[in-house]
T-cell receptor, first 113, second 112 residues
Framework: QKEVEQDPGPLSVPEGAIVSLNCTYS??????FMWYRQYSRKGPELLMY????GNKEDGRFTAQVDKSSKYISLFIRDSQPSDSATYLC?????????????FGTGTRLQVTL | DGGITQSPKYLFRKEGQNVTLSCEQN?????MYWYRQDPGQGLRLIYY???????QKGDIAEGYSVSREKKESFPLTVTSAQKNPTAFYLC???????????FGAGTRLSVL
């Protein structure tokens, strides 16, 4: 079983919809959680970075962490065709020299007109 | 502009050939990483380096080699021992290991 599970999709939604992307994980030591967006044939770019449990909002994006359930989510409001990309979750036990990032396999999102 | 530059964008390898992928960063980051991305498998760590002249193997280091002679540069060599080198290779850097990682645009390697 992988440490981080992520539904590969593809997930297709109409423009303007609310999108929910999710990851589950098994390692209770994970403390820092990230969401990256990757366009086709490009490198991942950081979208959201959260520590421990709770919500964080940035524009149309909201990241949610539920450590008790080992479950993280990324919500995209008013989705746009430009949001069509693969979304990767990543997590680590702590920052500093003793940890590394563990990535999900990515969810491919398509926002249609 | 600060960032991570990977070159070339596309690379082709012949049988038995070693090829080197370049990664340069001007973010003054201490740590650098190489990942391999295959469809359906996510990012897998090949090598990482926390400081100059020091690097460690990641999860899939066999058939790869790296050097870190300068803080800004972390080249990856795909050797002939790597039997399945076709993949998208991503270089990343962070202020320290485990912190937020920033990625380059990637190099797509194919076998002729």
């Amino acid at each position: 079983q992988k440490e981080v599970e992520q539904d590969p999709g593809p997930l297709s939604v109409p423009e303007g919809a609310i999108v929910s992307l999710n990851c589950t994980y098994s390692n209770s030591a994970f403390q820092y959680f990230m969401w990256y967006r990757q366009y086709s044939r490009k490198g991942p770019e950081l979208l959201m970075y959260t520590y421990s449990s709770g919500n964080k909002e940035d524009g149309r994006f909201t990241a949610q962490v539920d450590k008790s359930s080992k479950y993280i989510s990324l919500f995209i409001r008013d989705s746009q065709p430009s949001d069509s990309a693969t979304y990767l979750c990543a997590m680590t036990p702590n920052t500093g020299t003793a940890s590394k990032l563990t990535f999900g396999t990515g969810t491919r999102l398509q926002v249609t007109l | 502009d600060g960032g991570i530059t990977q070159s070339p964008k596309y690379l082709f390898r012949k049988e038995g050939q070693n090829v080197t992928l370049s990664c340069e960063q001007n973010l003054n980051h201490d740590a650098m990483y190489w990942y391999r991305q295959d469809p359906g498998q996510g990012l897998r760590l090949i090598y990482y380096s926390q400081i100059v002249n020091d690097f460690q193997k990641g999860d899939i280091a066999e058939g790869y080699s790296v050097s870190r002679e300068k803080k800004e540069s972390f080249p990856l060599t795909v050797t002939s021992a790597q039997k399945n080198p076709t993949a998208f290779y991503l270089c990343a850097s962070s202020r320290e290991r485990g912190n937020i990682q920033y990625f380059g645009a990637g190099t797509r390697l194919s076998v002729l």
